[in-house]
Every structure is written in C-alpha cells, then in structure tokens.
C-alpha cells in the first residue's frame, strides 16, 4: 500500500523535519534505530537585537500581535481557507510600522507544554501522544510553523471538509476541520486543528485521530503553552519549519507527483535468486532464503511475538479472516469522500525461513536485518512493482484501500530481535555463524504470484532502487 493512498493515516511531516528523519534513517541503517525523542535540530537563535527592539518600539509589538486573528472562510461545498489577517482598527501605530517591526524582530526558541492528556493517552515521541492501547495508531501528533516572514502571511486551504469551526484555544485564535471517517473500525487522522500564537510568531497544526474525541481535542489544544527558552538542549524544545521554506517546498511541489522508480529491465533484475541460493549482502554478510511457506492460519508463528494487530486478523476459529478492500472516490472543495462500493479477499500468511552468515573472521554485532516483499510482474517487456488496482476509464472510484494487514508489504512477524529497541536486529553472528531468522506477511492470495523478497537492509518495498537490484531479489512466487 502506498502513502499517497492513504488519505488521513498519516500526517504530512514538515520539510525541515523530514530532511532531518532522513540523514537519521541514512546514519542509522549502519548503526541503530533513529530514536526521534533525542535527536532533535535545533532552531533558530535567541538575538539580543530583539530584546532592543521591544525596548524601543514599546507597546507597538504587542499592540500588532493584538491585531492578528485567525480565521476559517468557507471556499466551495467543502472547501475551507485557514488564514491570519491583521486590521488597523486596535493598533496603536500605523499596520506598516507593526508589521514591518513583527517582521525584523528574531523569533525565540520554544518549549512546549502540553498540560492535559486524556486518561490513557501517553507521549510517544516530542509532540506525538496516543493511547496505550492503541500504540502510535492515533492520538494527536503537534507539528509547528515558525512565521519568519509575519503571522499574517499563514494561509492554507483544505478540501473534503465535513464540518470547521473557529474557537479559542486559551485565548489564541484557533480553527478546527473534520473530515469524513469512512472506515469507522480504522484509526485515521480524520480531524486537523491550528492554533495561531502570534504572541511568539508560531503556528500549531494539530493532527487529531479518529480515536479522540472533538472534545477532547480541544482540551489538549487549550493546555498547549509555547514558551520562550535559551535552553538549546532542552528536551521539551520545538523543531519547527520556517514558513518561508514551507511556502518555497509547495511552490516547487506543486502539480509535481513523486517520481517513484516501480520498473526495471530483465537485465536489470538479471541478479534475482531462487530458493535456496545463497548471495551476498555485503561488508562479510551473506543470506539464504532455505524455505517458504504458506498458510491460512498462524501455527507457523510462535506465539510470543504476535502482536495486538496481528491477533485481529484471524477468526475465533484461529483462521484467517478476508481482507475489506474498500473504492474510495476523493471529495474536493465542492464535495466529500464517499465509498463507491467494497468487496472482501482472501488473505494468506507467507513465511519465510532466512539464513544469515558471517563469512568474516570477526564477531558482528547489531546486525540490521531487513525482508519486504513487493508484488513484482512482469509488463510489455519489463519488470513492475505492482501498485494495486487502479481504476478503469468507466469507473467511477479514485483509490482501492486495504484495510487489513496485506496492505503492507514489510515485514508482520519477525522471531529475532535486538538492537536498543528491541525490534530487527541480531545481537551478535560470530565469525563462520549462521543466525536463522522467520519471517512472515499477510498477502491477498491473488497475490501469490507476484511475491519477490528483498533482502536488502537499505532496500524498500515500493520501488527499485540500485542496491537492491545489485544484491538481487528473492523470487518465491507462488505458482
């Protein structure tokens, strides 16, 4: 399943927080899982020039802070703009000089408090918090904009709005969105929040899931205090994009559509393996994929590493249940989403037994280990990923979702783990030593015959990509 066919499921990571998660991610796949809650980027500076600047305007700042507002206009059936004006009427000067005085003035660093929390909901991450018993699935994700070039130059506009309200957010400006919730048994983010503190030149976007209330949305959005600090290490610290180069990335972005690489040449893919070859991965790591199976229920898996989701996908029967796909067509600015029709699938479980050598004389330890599984098929001469179905000319639905478990192309269920987190890595592969890993999917069983594994630890599932190819696939297609 890819990201752009889920519409609300995951919120859309700023530039400056994205750029940031990558060089992480690139660093981290030679060393450890990237630990979001420390690794922070630090930015902006605290300038002694504002501290002049205050002194020497006196009220004039604080009388332009006083006259932005925040506000939703209606644009279409179901369109809203989330906008920042300013007006004359309360300012004490002229709106040139007090915005022209907001503009020049250094912006401070932040900490964030948030000062409620719905009974069971706990931070996850800096600015993440979701519910205990439905771990990073949903709550409230806090993401902020850093109005470098004026509080009144925030606009943003949103389509497929079921309903949008204005309020006050402990006396901040404030604007609420909700969306249309059209799988109601799935957590989506079906629910967004701004609040505009012009007070210190911020903006909060509040990603708001399906598992928290409107009410209680509120009251988290009411408790958030932004709070000027000098302490650039301080943990509570707010990594925000600057909206000057929010307004560049959408500029550039704009009717632009990620480029994924989804075809390869057969010579490309000249390097796929079969059952039982053994390849390598490289830096003395070599892997066999030695067995594959597949079945209509979970006796392949030891139990103890079967999580929460994964007990959800089987019947009181210990059978697989089917997957729900559901035919969205997307709502726009004059109309909402809406299901067009669903249907249900076969699911089935594959597992596969990998076999990970040492062929060096030294111990390696922290061993990342990787398996996804795209569906590849062979079209007019070239190797395809597989990207679901797409509609036909006369059809009258835009995106096929997956609601359950097939829809993800990583790996479910893994039987070794290590590393700080606890998840995919092998603690240690002495020299000669092999380490055996299981590892299983959930597919549809109309996929069978397009399963290839790559093993590749910097690879992925959704596009080809040199590595991968180099180190070759795994074909276990089921016949």
């Not at 990201?3 to 750029?19: A, G, H, Q, S, T």
């Not at 139990?303 to 929460?308: I, P």
């Not at 036909?392 to 290590?418: C, K, P, Q």
Request: aromatic residues 10%; charged residues 30%.
């Amino acid at each position: 399943m890819r990201l752009e066919d889920i519409k609300y499921d995951f919120p859309k990571m700023p530039k400056e927080m994205r750029d940031m998660v990558e060089r992480e991610v690139e660093k981290q796949v030679k060393m450890e899982q990237p630990n979001f809650g420390k690794n922070r980027r630090k930015t902006g500076r605290i300038a002694a020039a504002s501290l002049a600047a205050v002194m020497l305007c006196g009220t004039t700042v604080f009388a332009g802070v006083g006259i932005y507002q925040m506000q939703q206009e209606k644009a279409g059936e179901h369109g809203v703009k989330v906008n920042i004006s300013g007006s004359v009427e309360d300012a004490e000067e002229s709106t040139d000089l007090v915005v022209e005085t907001q503009k020049t003035l250094s912006i401070p660093n932040v900490k964030l408090e948030v000062g409620y929390l719905p009974q069971g909901m706990v931070e996850t991450e800096n600015g993440k918090y979701s519910f205990e018993n439905a771990w990073n699935k949903g709550g409230v994700s806090l993401s902020f904009f850093r109005m470098d070039t004026g509080d009144d130059q925030f606009a943003v506009q949103h389509g497929d709005v079921a309903a949008s309200e204005d309020f006050k957010a402990n006396g901040h400006d404030a604007v609420y969105l909700q969306y249309p919730d059209l799988y109601e048994e799935d957590i989506t983010f079906n629910q967004r929040i701004y609040v505009a503190f012009t007070d210190v030149h911020y903006v909060m976007e509040m990603y708001v899931a399906s598992d928290v209330s409107k009410e209680e949305a509120f009251k988290i959005a009411e408790s958030v205090k932004l709070i000027p600090t000098e302490n650039q290490n301080d943990e509570n610290l707010v990594v925000a994009q600057n909206w000057s180069e929010y307004q560049e990335y959408t500029d550039e972005t704009e009717g632009v559509e990620y480029a994924s690489r989804t075809t390869a040449s057969k010579e490309e893919m000249k390097n796929t393996h079969t059952i039982g070859d053994s390849f390598s991965l490289g830096e003395g790591l070599s892997v066999k994929v030695s067995n594959v199976q597949v079945a209509d229920d979970f006796g392949l898996l030891d139990d103890a590493f079967l999580d929460e989701d994964l007990r959800k996908e089987v019947d009181e029967n210990g059978k697989l249940r089917p997957a729900a796909i559901q035919y969205v067509k997307d709502g726009g600015m004059d109309e909402l989403s809406q299901e067009i029709k669903s249907r249900k699938a076969a699911q089935k479980l594959v597992y596969a037994t990998i076999e990970y050598t040492n062929t060096t004389e030294r111990e390696m330890t922290d061993v990342l280990f990787f398996a996804g599984l795209p569906r590849i098929a062979e079209m007019n001469g070239q190797m395809q990923i597989a990207e679901g179905e797409k509609p036909g000319e006369n059809d009258e639905w835009d995106r096929a979702v997956n609601h359950n478990l097939s829809s993800f192309w990583e790996m479910t269920y893994y039987d070794i783990h290590g590393g700080e987190r606890g998840n995919n890595y092998i603690a240690g592969i002495k020299p000669g030593e092999t380490v055996t890993v299981h590892a299983a999917w959930l597919v549809l069983e109309e996929e069978l015959d397009k399963l290839y594994l790559n093993l590749d630890p910097s690879g992925g599932c959704y596009e080809f990509n040199d590595s991968s190819l180099e180190a070759g696939y795994v074909d276990i297609r089921q016949k």
